[in-house]
């Protein structure tokens, strides 16, 4: 249904690289959710108010509350394929994730409102019978949303998948939230009909003990929502997953020794940008290291779209002095922590005294101080060698 839907709506709907066609995907996605949560909060309103169930009402408002949520990704991929601008050189493609977070926050006020709506529901309890035949059709409509909901969250699921979306994932959670809570309604109707089955009815609020239990599982899923949606606009260093396939291409390179530091800076699901840092021969000259750079610069750009920025540090492969070091410095590593590397060893000209430079790259999270990893990597060294001034730099990952 999923690829019919889009082979019917959308051009070239393969193309999910292409701006247009994944606001299109989103444009899909959001007009379905309107529809269909449109159709199940006015049955559910009607079933909840005619049997005084206010698990069912409180449902009902979460279901318009999903309209709402499905207006915004509808919004938020339609700015996302405007080009960029003077203001937005990146374009806007980050518009998806502001509309992620709407979508969380509108879980967390939701989720809020039904829990206060279902204790004071559990606290003013008036028992109030309801028909056999009634209780029925509600069972039915509460069958009828559930599966409603498993077909939006399979649907947002798969485009969500497809064009790689935080927006439409975030959806899909939603819709299966509101499965599990459509669920427990479901539940409390059967046991209130069981109950007065065997004329004995219930002398406590089912539904509203239902309802606060379901408010607290929405407030946690919209929290976690609300984080997987605000890590890609404070900025992150996600990897490509074909990332090995990225770097053997660069380092395919013949004038490229090696490459480090290597960063990703995304601004948007297809707006990736990568920095990184390679090793050539010093004895290149700046044009031929520059037009072979940038050559691999716009391969890497026409096969994965990533637009690449590299920095040349220039390595002496000749010197005697230097190769010296790297020996010293590699049993000094070995002994210290194998888990630390370095790179970029070099030895500065034109200082006072003789100079040597280096960077060591550090996990994040590691359980020493910076500084004192700096001073014992100092200390070992200059037990090896102390002809050189030394001047460490720093590198997470």
């Given at each position: 249904?999923?690829?019919?839907?889009?082979k019917?709506?959308?051009?070239?709907?393969?193309?999910?690289?292409?701006?247009?066609?994944?606001?299109?995907?989103?444009?899909?996605?959001?007009?379905?959710?309107?529809?269909?949560?449109m159709?199940?909060?006015?049955?559910?309103?009607?079933?909840?108010?005619?049997?005084?169930?206010i698990?069912?009402?409180?449902d009902s408002v979460?279901?318009?509350?999903?309209?709402?949520?499905?207006?915004?990704?509808?919004?938020?991929?339609h700015?996302?394929?405007?080009?960029?601008?003077?203001?937005?050189?990146?374009g806007h493609?980050r518009?998806?994730?502001?509309?992620?977070?709407?979508?969380?926050?509108l879980?967390?006020v939701?989720g809020?409102?039904?829990?206060?709506?279902?204790?004071?529901?559990?606290?003013?309890?008036?028992?109030?019978?309801?028909s056999?035949?009634l209780?029925?059709i509600?069972a039915?409509?509460?069958?009828?949303s559930?599966?409603?909901?498993?077909?939006q969250?399979?649907?947002?699921?798969?485009?969500?998948?497809?064009?790689k979306?935080?927006?439409?994932?975030a959806t899909?959670?939603?819709?299966?939230?509101?499965?599990?809570?459509?669920?427990?309604?479901?539940?409390?109707v059967?046991?209130?009909?069981?109950?007065?089955?065997?004329?004995?009815?219930?002398?406590?609020?089912?539904?509203?003990?239902?309802?606060?239990?379901?408010?607290?599982?929405?407030i946690?899923?919209?929290i976690?929502?609300?984080?997987?949606?605000?890590?890609?606009?404070?900025g992150?260093?996600?990897k490509p997953?074909?990332?090995?396939?990225?770097?053997?291409?660069i380092?395919?390179?013949p004038?490229?020794?090696?490459?480090?530091?290597?960063?990703?800076?995304?601004?948007?699901?297809t707006?990736i940008y990568?920095?990184a840092?390679?090793?050539?021969?010093?004895?290149?000259t700046?044009?031929?290291?520059?037009?072979?750079i940038?050559?691999?610069?716009?391969q890497?750009?026409?096969?994965?779209?990533?637009?690449?920025?590299?920095?040349?540090?220039?390595?002496?492969?000749e010197?005697d002095?230097?190769?010296a070091?790297?020996e010293?410095?590699?049993?000094?590593?070995d002994?210290?922590?194998?888990?630390?590397?370095?790179?970029?060893?070099?030895?500065?000209?034109?200082?006072?005294?003789?100079?040597?430079e280096?960077d060591?790259?550090?996990?994040?999270?590691?359980?020493k101080?910076?500084?004192?990893?700096?001073?014992?990597?100092?200390?070992?060294i200059?037990?090896?060698?102390?002809?050189?001034?030394?001047?460490?730099?720093?590198?997470?990952?």
């Amino acid at each position: 249904m999923v690829n019919y839907l889009r082979k019917k709506f959308i051009k070239n709907y393969d193309d999910i690289t292409n701006e247009n066609v994944r606001s299109e995907h989103g444009k899909l996605a959001a007009i379905f959710g309107i529809i269909s949560n449109m159709f199940l909060f006015c049955i559910k309103l009607i079933i909840g108010i005619v049997t005084f169930n206010i698990s069912i009402v409180s449902d009902s408002v979460n279901n318009l509350s999903d309209m709402s949520s499905s207006i915004v990704v509808l919004i938020g991929f339609h700015v996302a394929k405007a080009p960029a601008d003077k203001e937005h050189p990146f374009g806007h493609e980050r518009a998806e994730y502001i509309a992620g977070l709407i979508v969380a926050n509108l879980i967390i006020v939701s989720g809020v409102i039904m829990g206060y709506t279902s204790i004071n529901a559990i606290i003013d309890y008036e028992y109030k019978p309801i028909s056999l035949t009634l209780s029925l059709i509600t069972a039915g409509i509460l069958l009828l949303s559930i599966i409603v909901k498993i077909y939006q969250a399979l649907f947002n699921y798969k485009l969500g998948r497809i064009i790689k979306s935080d927006a439409l994932k975030a959806t899909a959670t939603d819709s299966r939230n509101d499965v599990l809570s459509t669920t427990l309604a479901l539940l409390g109707v059967l046991l209130v009909m069981t109950f007065e089955l065997n004329n004995d009815p219930l002398s406590f609020s089912i539904d509203g003990i239902l309802g606060a239990l379901i408010s607290l599982y929405i407030i946690y899923s919209g929290i976690m929502m609300f984080k997987s949606t605000m890590n890609p606009l404070l900025g992150t260093n996600e990897k490509p997953s074909n990332e090995k396939e990225i770097l053997a291409d660069i380092i395919s390179n013949p004038i490229i020794i090696d490459i480090h530091d290597v960063m990703y800076h995304h601004y948007g699901p297809t707006k990736i940008y990568m920095t990184a840092h390679a090793e050539v021969d010093s004895r290149m000259t700046l044009n031929e290291s520059h037009d072979a750079i940038d050559n691999t610069e716009m391969q890497i750009k026409e096969k994965y779209g990533i637009n690449l920025t590299i920095h040349i540090d220039p390595v002496d492969l000749e010197s005697d002095d230097l190769l010296a070091l790297k020996e010293v410095l590699s049993r000094v590593m070995d002994s210290y922590d194998s888990e630390l590397k370095i790179h970029d060893l070099r030895i500065l000209k034109g200082y006072i005294e003789p100079t040597m430079e280096f960077d060591i790259i550090i996990p994040y999270g590691y359980s020493k101080d910076d500084d004192l990893i700096i001073h014992e990597i100092k200390s070992r060294i200059l037990e090896e060698n102390d002809k050189y001034k030394i001047i460490i730099n720093i590198d997470h990952e």
